[in-house]
């Protein structure tokens, strides 16, 4: 049985940091392909970033490019979400995804489909 769980949300005041972790357990996961996306109240998903498998290679949106940074550690099967200078409107639920569709654009893309695994997501929220 997969299971995906993130961590790491909370509040935090507009500028500042946080740093989401997802473990993920039953599959192969350093042949999946890994990525983070988000859902704020009354609006689409979004995705944010997504990571390859063998040779990492990394795509962001422009709305997060410059702030946001996915990491992976394929031996511990742990995926990582450095966010910086975070804004008012990144409030919202944030979900790991396993097994997307990086394209590399433009624009760069993230895309889940029937066979993604989804955690349950961990809630940020940023003050202003």
Known sequence: QVQVGESGGGLVQAGGSLRLS?????????VYYMAWF????GKDREGLSCITASVPTTYY???????????RDNAKKKLYLQM???KPEGT???YCAA???CGSGPPPSVTSHAGTYWGQG???TVSS
């Open 122 to 124: 961990t809630q940020v």
């Open 61 to 71: 949106p422009d709305s997060v490019k410059g702030r946001f940074a996915i990491a």
């Open 22 to 30: 997802c473990t993920v357990s039953g599959l192969t996961f350093d």
């Open 99 to 101: 097994s997307v569709a």
């Open 84 to 86: 910086n200078s975070l």
């Open 92 to 94: 919202a639920m944030y």
């Open 38 to 41: 988000r859902q704020a109240p």
